[in-house]
């Protein structure tokens, strides 16, 4: 079994930066796709930004596209979110994810049998 920890939410102004952080145990994940979806109160979860162990490619939504980078250090099974230039229609609870039969980083949330709990962001304008 996969274990998913996410840190580094918090609440900051339109404009500024964070860095989320996933740490995954239980196994390694360097043959594991990784991905990072959100959930905003009263929609539905979201692909942000996915990496693709097989072809290395790092995939994102066109809302966060320029703004956010997926980073990950395989060997130390844990993947960072830098989000720069934060906007309020950022908002929303941050989740990490992770499988390994995921093909070339999946943007649906379904594929992704591994999950973290969740960390809040909130961006106040």
């Known amino acids: 079994q996969v274990q998913l920890v996410e840190s580094g939410g918090g609440l900051v102004q339109a404009g500024d930066s964070l860095r989320l952080c996933c740490t995954g145990?239980?196994?390694?994940?360097?043959?594991?796709?990784m991905a990072w979806f959100r959930q905003a109160p009263g929609q539905e979860r979201k692909f942000v930004a996915s990496?693709?162990?097989?072809?290395?490619?790092?995939y994102y939504a066109d809302s966060v596209k320029g703004r956010f980078t997926l980073s990950r250090n395989s060997a130390k099974n844990v993947a960072w979110l830098q989000m720069n230039n934060l906007k309020p229609n950022d908002t929303a609870i941050y989740y990490c994810?992770?499988?390994?039969?995921?093909?070339?980083?999946?943007?649906?949330?379904?594929?992704?049998?591994?999950w973290g709990q969740g960390t809040q962001v909130t961006v106040s304008s």
């Open positions: 994810a992770a499988d390994s039969a995921v093909q070339d980083g999946s943007t649906e949330w379904i594929e992704y049998s591994y």
């Open positions: 145990t239980g196994r390694i994940l360097s043959r594991y796709d």
């Open positions: 990496s693709s162990w097989s072809n290395g490619n790092t």
